[in-house]
Structures are given as structure tokens and as C-alpha cells.
């Protein structure tokens, strides 16, 4: 799989609503182990800023929107505008993410495939490169 692409889930469309849905191993390419989110994020301020060293993500912004900036440490950067709660980013292991630029009352939704564990976490972006290095 790519190191990271946007992923489009289900959108269903009802005049009460609309639903999306998002399915481990279905239209999540692992199965999920957390979820959490971010919001009231003030104006200015970063999130992120690391690399997961076997961690996988999708990123979502499920209200209002925000950027994320993906660096596969070997000079390829992107920047992925998110303001679609249908559409999420997929980050893969050893991409370093940066999210910023958010819109007042955005609410960031993560889809992980670990559980939290601090020494899976690459947060010194010299570390990032040399782990890019060794483990391609």
C-alpha cells in the first residue's frame, strides 16, 4: 500500500441526514485498536509534528477542516487539505505528519492501528530520518 493516500468512505446520502462509514479491513486497511480525536485546537497551533514506527492512521476531519503535511523523509512532502467527514487520509509507518491551519470548531478523528505505546513514537525529526534510513 502507499505510504499515504486519501481514502473515500461510504457516503450515504438521506434527506435526515447523511452517514458515513468506516470498516475495519473493509474500507480501513487495518484493523482498528483506537480512536481519538482532537478539537478546540486554538488558532496557530500544531498538532502532530512525529512519525509512528508501526503505527497506521486515517486522519479525518469529521468537522470544519484542517491541512496535514506528510514528509516521507526522504524530500517528498505533501499537503492534504481535509474538510470532507467522508474522506480520510491515510498515513502508513515511518511518515512523518504535521496538522495545522485549523478552522474554528474543527474536530480531527484518527483511526489507529496500535494502542498507545510512547516508544513507538518518532519524535526528534533527526531520529525520523535515520529510522527512514535504516528501515526504508
Known amino acids: 500500500m502507499e505510504r499515504y493516500k486519501i481514502i473515500d468512505l461510504p457516503k450515504i446520502v438521506d434527506p435526515r441526514g447523511n452517514l458515513t462509514v468506516a ?3 473493509k ?3 487495518f484493523d482498528i485498536a483506537r480512536v481519538y480525536w ?13 512519525a509512528h514506527r508501526t503505527c497506521e492512521e486515517i486522519v479525518i476531519a469529521v468537522s470544519g477542516s484542517f491541512d496535514v503535511t506528510v514528509d516521507d523523509g526522504r524530500g517528498n512532502k505533501e499537503i492534504f487539505h481535509l474538510n470532507h467527514p467522508y474522506q ?4 502508513g509507518t515511518g511518515v512523518w505528519r504535521t496538522l495545522e491551519d485549523f478552522s474554528s470548531g474543527a474536530v480531527c478523528l484518527v483511526l489507529a492501528s496500535e494502542l498507545f ?10 531520529e525520523f530520518q535515520e529510522y527512514v534510513k535504516v528501515n526504508g
Open 88 to 91: 480520510g487520509l491515510y498515513i
Open 27 to 29: 474500507n480501513v486497511p
Open 38 to 50: 482532537t478539537y478546540d485546537v486554538p488558532s496557530g497551533e500544531r498538532r502532530g509534528g512525529h
Open 117 to 126: 505505546d510512547e516508544d513507538e513514537y518518532l519524535y526528534e525529526y533527526d
Open 23 to 25: 470498516e475495519q479491513m
